[in-house]
């Protein structure tokens, strides 16, 4: 079984995992003997697994690795988690993939350790054919309302946005405030959740905002990344730095975080919200994906008077509507 084959087929069972060899056997153009030949083959070695008979079967992909570990918060060290109980599992795969899971298990655990005050640390790891995914859960206040008193915000969604920008730290004597920022970018798929609240980077790279309605307490901090990503650490890294430097000099913002539900993007409080610290960059990114309008104010406070009192911060705007780059366009002309 070659190796595109074999992808191939655990592409068709994450989709779905029913009728699967009628669906293999089209798509490659053999008999459906042949494509439950390749399933079974499969599930001899542990690969995938099936319920249900005859025609009724579904298959999944087998969980390869299930390891955890509750940590006492106090005297923990990062280095320890990553050598005890994810290391050995990843030993297999490429350095490109080892590298990005040693800096964001790192990361985020060692924020657990220095932000959280829970007493314990519980770290998760699954892995299949196809994923690793890991998982950092503490018992400590929540991500979003230290964020919040930490930084004298009215909403905790106002925590998402600043957490989407970078460089944010509650703690600038002992951190930079880029490892949330580089874990979210160089992972699949990332997820933090506390209180009510998802700040989710997705499989497409779009930042989001998710509610829900039950109120967890602590964080957990969800992170999945392909056996075979061809992602690599220092290309990411080097999205956000200027040209010749070495530093986080670049940030991609997506706008929509600053619209909350129900809300447009039309004041100048709205605005200032939107530009706090980004004066800390050279160059940012506005991204107006799913912004269908803003009002005069609000373009006004962003494009002209931020601007004008931070010249050295470029703004650069993008997926505009029709609308939006109007706006956009209106103000810049006045300044």
């Known amino acids: 079984m070659t190796a595109d084959l074999r992808r191939s087929i655990l592409d068709a069972i994450v989709h779905d995992g029913g009728n699967v060899a009628a669906r293999l056997a ?11 030949a390749w399933l079974a083959k499969l599930k001899r070695e542990g690969v995938i697994t099936s319920s249900g008979i005859g025609r009724g079967v579904r298959y999944q992909l087998a969980l390869l690795v299930d390891a955890r570990q509750v940590y006492q918060r106090a005297g923990l060290n990062e280095d320890r988690v990553w050598r005890e109980l994810i290391a050995p599992h990843l030993a297999d795969l490429p350095p490109n993939v080892r590298n990005i899971w040693h800096y964001a298990v790192t990361e985020m655990v060692n924020n657990a350790i220095d932000h959280s005050g829970s007493e314990k640390v519980l770290v998760r790891m699954v892995r299949d054919a196809l994923n ?3 998982y950092i859960t503490d018992e400590g206040e929540g991500i979003f309302l230290k964020i919040q008193r930490a930084l004298n915000l009215y909403d905790p969604r106002e925590a998402i946005l600043e957490l989407a920008k970078g460089k944010l730290t509650t703690d600038p004597m002992h951190h ?5 920022f580089f874990s979210s970018k160089v992972m699949d798929a990332f997820d933090i959740r506390s209180g009510k609240l998802h700040f989710v980077h997705d499989d497409w ?6 509610e829900r309605a039950a109120d967890a307490p602590g964080t957990v901090v969800l992170m999945r990344l ?16 200027a040209p010749e430097e070495y530093t986080f000099s670049k940030t991609i913002v997506p706008v929509k975080l600053a619209q909350h ?4 993007l039309v004041s100048r409080s709205q605005a200032k919200r939107l530009t706090m610290r980004f004066e800390r960059f ?3 990114v506005l991204d107006f994906a799913g912004v269908e309008e803003i009002g005069q104010a609000f373009a006004d406070e962003v494009f002209r008077v931020f601007q004008q009192a931070h010249p050295g911060t470029r703004l650069l705007p993008i997926n505009l509507t029709t609308e939006v780059g109007n706006m956009v366009k209106r103000v810049m002309g006045a300044a």
Do not use: H, P
Not at 176 to 180: C, P, R
């Open 26 to 36: 089209e798509q490659r153009g053999v008999s459906r003997q042949s494509a439950s």
């Open 132 to 134: 690793t995914s890991v």
């Open 282 to 284: 050279q160059t940012v």
């Open 261 to 264: 539900e129900g809300e447009k």
């Open 176 to 180: 930079t405030g880029e490892g949330i």
């Open 226 to 241: 392909a056996n075979d990503s061809q992602r690599n650490l220092k290309e990411v890294f080097d999205q956000f730095a």
């Open 205 to 210: 790279g779009m930042d989001v905002l998710l």
